[in-house]
C-alpha cells in the first residue's frame, strides 16, 4: 500500500516569500527616494515598536438585489467605500509619536526645559500626513516589501497606560484618506519587490 498523498501549499518558493519582523514605520516616506537608513537619518521614522503593528484595506461591498436571484451574482456587487488603516505599537514616548496620535496634535514652546503638546477640536488639511509607510523584510530579497497608508491621519485619540515594572506604549491607528484629485484610487500602495514576482 503506497503512503497517501500530501496536500500542502509549501513549494520551493515558500522560503523566499515570507514577511520577517515586526519591520518599522515611517512618516512621509518617498518611495524610491527614500531608503531605510535616508529616512531614518532624515528624522522620518516614527519610532521603535513593540508587538509591531498592522495594515488593513478592507472594502465595503453592497450587493445589488434582482428579483429572482436567490443570492449574489456575479457583476452585481458594488463598492462602496474602501476602510484603510495602519497600526503601529510606537514604544518609544516621544513629542512626535503624542502628537501624531492625538492627529490635531500641536507641539510649541512650554516654560524652560519643555514643550507643551496641545490638540485642536477641529481636523485642519494640514493635520493629515502624505503617507505613513511600513517597510518590513522579505526572507528571498535585498530589497523591502513597503506599504503605505496615504493621507493619513490618527483618529483614535492618544492612549497611554503607564503600570510599576513596564514601559508605557502609545498604539497609534492611522487611517487613509482619498485625495480629491485620485477619486479613484484606495488610499494605500503595496510595493513588493519585482524579483519574486511569477
Excluded: C
Excluded at 38 to 52: E, I, R
Excluded at 81 to 89: D, G, S
Excluded at 137 to 151: E, R, T
Amino acid at each position: 500500500m503506497t503512503a497517501p498523498k500530501v496536500f500542502s501549499g509549501f513549494t520551493s518558493s515558500t522560503a523566499e516569500k515570507l514577511l520577517l519582523d515586526a519591520g518599522a514605520f515611517f512618516k512621509n516616506f518617498i518611495v524610491g527616494t527614500d531608503d531605510f537608513d535616508s529616512a531614518v537619518a532624515a528624522g522620518k521614522l516614527l519610532g521603535a515598536t513593540q508587538g509591531g503593528g498592522s495594515f488593513s484595506a478592507v472594502p465595503t461591498v453592497r450587493e445589488i438585489g434582482i428579483d429572482g436571484v436567490k443570492g449574489a451574482a456575479k457583476g452585481l456587487e458594488v463598492i462602496d467605500e474602501w476602510v484603510v488603516t495602519i497600526m503601529a505599537n510606537i514604544k518609544e514616548v516621544s513629542q512626535e509619536a503624542i502628537k501624531s496620535a492625538l492627529g490635531t496634535g500641536v507641539i510649541a514652546d512650554g516654560p524652560t526645559g519643555y514643550k507643551k503638546i496641545t490638540a485642536n477640536n477641529y481636523i485642519q488639511l494640514t493635520d493629515y500626513v502624505d503617507n505613513i509607510t511600513w517597510v518590513g523584510k522579505l526572507s528571498g530579497s535585498d530589497m523591502p516589501v513597503i506599504i503605505q497608508v496615504l493621507s493619513a491621519i490618527s483618529l483614535g485619540g492618544l492612549s497611554l497606560t503607564m503600570a510599576d515594572k513596564a514601559e508605557g506604549l502609545i498604539p497609534i491607528t492611522f487611517t487613509g484618506h482619498y485625495d480629491a484629485d485620485k477619486l479613484d484610487t484606495p488610499p494605500f500602495e503595496i510595493y513588493y519587490p519585482d524579483s519574486l514576482v511569477e
